[in-house]
């Protein structure tokens, strides 16, 4: 019985030498990762030229609104009822106009993003089988690995790789 116990343990720990495991902090990762500082910094240039069209047509229909209701009491009921629902309607417009130029922001930034981790995710397997390492786990916050030791963190290796194919 003892002998089996010592087999059965050599094996365990034999199968354990066998797997190479290593983890990524996928947040550290992607925030060292410069491409992914450079899509976040166009996209926030872009936002503020939008926020900043959107303030400006704002601040241009209150004027317009201000007008009317001035112009609005020199003129007949119907009158003044009817241009008021053409500036409802243009107000209406230009804020649809504005929510589908953020939507195509949102849905352009999105799909960069989505490349990028998938390019990630490439290169984190690429260097798993050229270092070979049975499994990369991922760490870092919602991460699976709770705790791991330096030499097994590939973090800084990968983000370096990353960011060397960038610069190219």
Do not use: H, W
Not at 5 to 14: E, H, Q, R, T, V
Not at 51 to 79: G, H, N, P, V, Y
Not at 107 to 135: C, H, P, W
Not at 147 to 165: A, E, R
């Amino acid at each position: 019985m003892k002998k089996l116990m010592l087999f059965a343990f050599a094996m365990i720990a034999m199968a354990c030498q066998q797997n190479k495991i290593g983890y990524v902090d996928n947040v550290k990762l992607l925030d060292d990762y410069q491409e992914k500082v450079d899509i976040e910094a166009k996209y926030k240039v872009k936002i503020e030229a939008l926020t900043k069209k959107r303030d400006s047509i704002s601040q241009a229909f209150q004027l317009e609104l201000q007008e009317f209701q001035t112009k609005s009491q020199k003129m007949s009921q119907k009158s003044a009822q009817e241009e008021y629902a053409l500036l409802q309607q243009r107000g209406q417009f230009m804020g649809q106009q504005l929510q589908q130029e953020e939507q195509q922001l949102q849905i352009s930034s999105q799909t960069e993003m989505d490349s990028l981790v998938s390019k990630v995710r490439k290169e984190v397997k690429a260097y798993g089988e050229a270092n070979g390492f049975t499994y990369i786990l991922t760490g870092g916050t919602g991460g699976a690995v709770l705790y791991g030791q330096d030499p097994q963190n590939l973090t800084s290796s990968i983000v370096k790789i990353l960011n060397d194919k960038y610069k190219k």
